[in-house]
């Protein structure tokens, strides 16, 4: 089940919402989340739902034993390796089993079916790993309550494609929260923003960029390229963060907090910059969770470089089981490695430059996370930069409607700081307007109207049945 389906929009979130606030009491509202968080996992997955409760469990356990233990060191290795395993196992088995069969003689080939990927795996195994690091690092109190520890790794909204929760985070609004009109009508707002990025602007850059990255070799122009780098950059962006939004709404609706998970990473002036606004939940969970413990910035200036290579490599590969992905996370990596050795001094006194550096850095980064193989990817940016054999502006067969050029320069623009920009000027318009009473109505009118517009439209394409993937569901 997704957000952005009629069964989740007008059908299982309405139910969830009357159950939960039929109620006050917050551990019978903790059942009702974590039963329809359940029922949420398993309408798309099935019996892989037993796999979650398997986590929930083996966290709860082991956190129980991290905090009795003379030796808690060990059990906390022991459960980091448990969760390390159960993620490699579902979701880089088939990546081993094709790397060892492509060094192995025809006679020696391994021939085992890959597990079937459970959707949110990379999610909801780093919030348990977290959890076990921040109960050991005496971060976070041990959760005694096997159903409270369950909430926190299978609750819905963050469920499926993140942000990654931390435990500390949410802890005590696990226990207590307070559930407000407020902060009901914020979550609703946030939700209707994250479901018109994806739906509006991800849905229709995705039609585009999948039609022009399915195209052979030979059809590939220099047109074409940029055209389908530049609306995959906004589809994966706008997809992500859409999703974020619709689940942090959803946190506020239940009385959560969760925190950011993108901040305008294309406007961006170093690629630094860029992975502290993009995924921040990712990023910041290794940081905390790898790189600081490997040992940070305080080993000299080369383990530094080293650790930050280690971090990407990671990076790279929690994203797929792929060696594209893994390449994808080291030229991340390798750029922010040239930056700490002396090119961040120049590009902070040359900020235009700077930025066209880190898009250019970023855009030839996609075709790598986008396609399958690295010749595939090679040829694709060979294409892009005018070096293949073949160059030219034609489209081909590619047609582009006046519906698509309007979400085009309205995904550019909403990925700037624009929108922040306008509605500084439109709350200032509204202050001078007369009588305190009119400009509250105005005000509640303009967003009235904007949140209902973006909701039907929405609702609307959805309805039709239009392409509606998520790119983050298969991570």
Request: glycine share 8%.
């Amino acid at each position: 089940m997704v957000f952005s389906s009629i069964t989740f929009l007008f059908f299982f979130l309405p139910v969830v919402l009357v159950l939960y606030y039929a109620t006050k009491q917050t551990r019978v509202r903790n059942f009702i989340l974590l039963i329809s968080s359940l029922i949420f996992y398993a309408w798309g997955e099935g019996f892989l739902v037993l796999l979650m409760l398997f986590s929930c469990t083996l966290n709860y356990a082991v956190g129980l034993g991290i905090n009795y233990a003379k030796k808690p060191k060990t059990i906390l290795a022991i459960g980091v390796v448990a969760n390390v395993m159960l993620l490699g196992y579902y979701k880089y088995f088939g990546l081993l089993t094709k790397s060892f069969n492509y060094i192995l003689p025809d006679q020696y080939q391994l021939n085992i079916e890959s597990p079937v990927l459970p959707i949110g795996i990379s999610f909801f195994t780093f919030q348990g790993i977290s959890y076990l690091i921040d109960i050991y690092r005496k971060e976070s109190p041990v959760q005694k309550n096997i159903f409270n520890l369950s909430l926190y790794i299978a609750l819905f909204p963050q469920l499926i494609a993140g942000p990654i929760v931390r435990y500390n985070d949410i802890s005590k609004e696990i226990s207590t929260r307070i559930s407000s009109f407020i902060l009901f009508n914020v979550g609703i707002k946030r939700f209707i923003i994250g479901l018109g990025k994806k739906v509006i602007i991800a849905n229709t850059m995705g039609a585009m960029a999948d039609s022009i990255f399915i195209l052979p070799a030979d059809e590939l122009t220099f047109s074409l390229t940029w055209i389908g780098v530049l609306t995959y950059s906004l589809q994966i962006y706008f997809d992500f963060s859409g999703y974020s939004d619709m689940a942090i709404g959803l946190g506020k609706m239940f009385g959560f907090n969760f925190l950011e998970n993108f901040n305008l990473p294309y406007i961006s002036k170093s690629i630094q910059e860029f992975w502290r606004r993009w995924h921040i939940s990712l990023s910041t969970w290794f940081r905390d969770y790898l790189y600081i413990p490997l040992g940070g910035n305080r080993n000299g200036e080369l383990n530094t470089y080293f650790y930050l290579v280690i971090v990407f490599f990671t990076t790279g590969l929690w994203h797929g089981a792929s060696w594209t992905y893994v390449f994808w996370g080291l030229y991340h990596g390798l750029f922010i490695v040239i930056e700490r050795l002396g090119l961040s001094k120049f590009l902070k006194k040359h900020a235009v430059m700077a930025h066209i550096y880190t898009l250019l850095v970023v855009l030839i980064g996609w075709p790598f996370f986008r396609l399958e193989n690295f010749g595939s990817s090679l040829n694709y940016i060979e294409v892009m930069f005018g070096l293949s054999d073949t160059f030219t502006f034609d489209t081909g067969a590619i047609t582009f409607s006046n519906q698509f050029i309007t979400v085009f320069i309205l995904g550019v623009i909403v990925s700037t700081s624009l929108p922040d920009t306008i509605s500084i000027y439109l709350k200032s318009f509204i202050n001078k307007a007369r009588g305190i009473a009119f400009k509250q109505n105005l005000a509640a009118s303009f967003s009235t109207a904007f949140y209902m517009l973006v909701l039907i439209y929405s609702s609307m394409a959805i309805s039709s049945g239009t392409y509606n993937p998520f790119i983050y569901f298969r991570f």
